[in-house]
C-alpha cells in the first residue's frame, strides 16, 4: 500500500511540475526580460555585433534571466520515471523487432516445408508410375506363364495320345505274333525238314558273298589310285591354267623394281569416271602390293589398284580418298578385282570374284584424271619419274590377264559375267583392252601361254 501511495504522489507531482514551473517564469514574461529583450518605443538602434577597435570584449557571465532552480527529490523521481518509461519502450521495441524476426524465420521454414511437400508429392507420383509399372510386368509375365504352362500342357496332352496310340498298336502287333505263332508251330516240321537245305544254300551264298567283297575292295583301291593321279594331274596343269579363256598373261617372276609392264592406252586418261578390271594370281602379298597404277609428275599414285594382305584397295586423286575391302584376296589363287568411280557423286565401288564388297560416296567428288600420266602395271611411278628409283617393296609377283579399262562405270551384272571362268577376255574396255593396247614388258616380266 505505500508503493501504491508513492506511485500516485508521483504521478500528481508529474501532473503538478507544469503548473509550478509556470509560476515560476510568468514574472519574467511580465516584466519582458524572459529573452533579455527590453520593450520600449525607442526602436532606432539597430543590433549587430560589431566591435569598434577602442573597444574591449567585456568578459562575465551571462545572466539567466531565470536562474534554474535546484531539483528536489521529487524531480528526481519523475526524471528517473520518465528514463525507465524510455527504457522500457526501447525493450518493447527490441522484444517486437525479436517477434518479427522469429515470424520471418517461420515463414520461410513454412515455405521450405510446402516445397518439401510437392517433392513429396512428386515422389509419390513417382512411386505410384513405379508401382504401376511393376504391376503391369508382372500381370505380364504371369500371362506369359500362363500361356507357356497351357503350351506345356497341350504338348503334353499330345505326348499322352501318341503314347496311347502306340500302345494300341503294340497290341494289335502283339495279337499278330500270337496269331502267327500258333501257325508257325503247324508248320515248325516243314521248317525242321527244309532247315538243311537252307543252310547249304546260306554257305554257297557266303562264299559268293566273300568274293564279290574281295573284288570291291580291289576296285576302291584302284579308284584311290586313279584319284591321286588326277589330283597330282591337277596341281601340275594348275600353273598352266589361264581363267576366263585367255590365251596368255603377264608373269611377273619376282619381286623386284625393275621388274614391271608399261601400259600405252587406246584413249587419254582425262576421264571423269572408269572402272577396271583383271584377273590376278598373287604369290605373295605384302603390306602394299601394287596392281594398277596411273601416276603423273604431279602426283605419282594419282589412281591406284592395290593388295595389302587379305584386302583391296582403291585411291583416286592421292592416298586420301581410300575404299578398302577386307578378307578377299587369297595367295596362290587366281582371283577377279574391278574397280570403278564416278566423279559426279564420288562413288566409289569395288568388286572381288562378282560380288560387290565396298561402296563408298564422296570420293574425290568433283575430280578429273588428269592427262599426260604413266600406267603401270605391278609397279608404281616414283616421284622422280625415273625407273631406277622405284621401290620394290610395292613390287607385284605372280601373274595377271584379262587388264580391261573403261570410261564410265559398269553395271552388276556385266561385272559378274566378266568374273566367270569362261569368255572374261572376249570383251575389252575402251580406254585398255586386253590383247588390243600396247603393253611393253619390262625386266623379267614376259608374256605366257
Not at 527504457?87 to 518493447?92: A, C, G, P
Not at 506345356?152 to 498298336?169: D, P
Amino acid at each position: 500500500m505505500q508503493g501504491q501511495t508513492n506511485i500516485h504522489t508521483s504521478l500528481n507531482i508529474r501532473m503538478c511540475a507544469p503548473g509550478a514551473l509556470l509560476a515560476l517564469c510568468l514574472p519574467c514574461f511580465l516584466s519582458g526580460n524572459v529573452f533579455g529583450y527590453e520593450y520600449g518605443e525607442d526602436y532606432s538602434d539597430s543590433y549587430y555585433n560589431e566591435i569598434s577597435n577602442g573597444e574591449r570584449l567585456q568578459t562575465g557571465a551571462t545572466q539567466i534571466p531565470c536562474p534554474p532552480q535546484d531539483l528536489s527529490r521529487w524531480d528526481k523521481l519523475f526524471v528517473m520515471l520518465e528514463d525507465s518509461q524510455m527504457k522500457q519502450d526501447m525493450l518493447l521495441n527490441q522484444n517486437e523487432d525479436m517477434v518479427k524476426a522469429e515470424m520471418d524465420s517461420i515463414r520461410k521454414e513454412l515455405h521450405k516445408l510446402n516445397n518439401n511437400k510437392v517433392c513429396v508429392q512428386a515422389s509419390e507420383n513417382t512411386c505410384k508410375c513405379i508401382s504401376e509399372q511393376m504391376n503391369g510386368n508382372l500381370n505380364q509375365a504371369m500371362e506369359q506363364l500362363r500361356e507357356a504352362a497351357d503350351t506345356y500342357q497341350a504338348q503334353n496332352n499330345e505326348t499322352l495320345l501318341q503314347l496311347i496310340q502306340f500302345s494300341r498298336n503294340q497290341a494289335t502287333r502283339l495279337t499278330k505274333l500270337e496269331s502267327s505263332s500258333l501257325l508257325g508251330a503247324g508248320l515248325g516240321q516243314v521248317a525242321m525238314k527244309s532247315f538243311s537245305t537252307y543252310q547249304k544254300e546260306q554257305e554257297a551264298i557266303n562264299a559268293d558273298g566273300g568274293k564279290l567283297e574281295r573284288a570291291l575292295m580291289a576296285t576302291v583301291a584302284d579308284l584311290q589310285t586313279v584319284h591321286a593321279q588326277l589330283a597330282l594331274f591337277q596341281r601340275t596343269t594348275a600353273h598352266r591354267f589361264l581363267p576366263s579363256g585367255c590365251e596368255m598373261a603377264l608373269l611377273f617372276p619376282m619381286r623386284s623394281k625393275h621388274i614391271f609392264a608399261e601400259v600405252i592406252p587406246s584413249m587419254s586418261m582425262s576421264v571423269q569416271s572408269f572402272t577396271i578390271c583383271l584377273w590376278a594370281k598373287v604369290t605373295q602379298t605384302l603390306n602394299k602390293t601394287v596392281l594398277f597404277s596411273y601416276g603423273t609428275k604431279k602426283n605419282p599414285q594419282e589412281l591406284q589398284l592395290l593388295l595389302a594382305r587379305h584386302s583391296v584397295l582403291l585411291t583416286v586423286g592421292g592416298e586420301t580418298h581410300l575404299v578398302e575391302a577386307h578378307n578377299v584376296v587369297t595367295d596362290g589363287q587366281w582371283g577377279h578385282f574391278c574397280a570403278a568411280w564416278s566423279s559426279e557423286q564420288g562413288l566409289a565401288a569395288l568388286w572381288a570374284n562378282g560380288e560387290n564388297v565396298a561402296r563408298v560416296p564422296g570420293v574425290a567428288e568433283g575430280h578429273v584424271l588428269p592427262i599426260n600420266g604413266f600406267i603401270l602395271l605391278g609397279q608404281e611411278r616414283s616421284r622422280s619419274g625415273v625407273y631406277r628409283d622405284l621401290d620394290s617393296s610395292v613390287a607385284f609377283t605372280g601373274k595377271m590377264t584379262g587388264v580391261n579399262m573403261w570410261d564410265h562405270v559398269l553395271d552388276a551384272g556385266r561385272i559378274k559375267e566378266f568374273a566367270n571362268q569362261d569368255g572374261s577376255c572376249d570383251s575389252r574396255g575402251n580406254v585398255i583392252g586386253w590383247g588390243v593396247s600396247e603393253i611393253i614388258p619390262h625386266g623379267g616380266s614376259q608374256y605366257i601361254n
